[in-house]
Nanobody, 126 residues
């Protein structure tokens, strides 16, 4: 079964930056769009953004637009989430996600997500 493994979470001051990575050993990685979501206690998982399978297209939630950037390195089977100008409200567990079918965008509602990473905690201190 495909596995996704996030890394890069931690504690950062407000206004700072952090880069998350999500790696998979799946050789078909380049065929799949990849998404990032986040979740705080007591709230539903929230869409952060996604990148297309060829890496040419991205879209983001309004709350992170202009501050977060998603990129991917297909030969390394890795997708990144660069987070700049972090705010206290960005504190959450961040998950990478893959849809169940190739050449399919990630549904922001997460309905078509078939694989989740284990999550990595990002804490932004104010």
């Amino acid at each position: 079964q495909v596995q996704l493994r996030e890394s890069g979470g931690g504690l950062v001051q407000a206004g700072g930056s952090l880069r998350l990575s999500c790696e998979t050993s799946d050789y078909t990685f380049s065929f799949y769009a990849m998404g990032w979501f986040r979740q705080t206690p007591g709230k539903e998982r929230e869409f952060v953004g996604q990148i297309s399978w060829i890496g040419g297209g991205t879209d983001y939630a309004d709350s992170v637009k202009g501050r977060f950037t998603i990129s991917r390195d297909n030969p390394k089977n890795t997708v990144y989430l660069q987070m700049n100008s972090l705010k206290a409200e960005d504190t959450a567990v961040y998950y990478c996600a893959a849809p169940g079918r190739p050449y399919t965008r990630v549904d922001p509602s997460s309905r078509n997500v078939a694989v989740w990473g284990q999550g990595t905690l990002v804490t932004v201190s104010s």
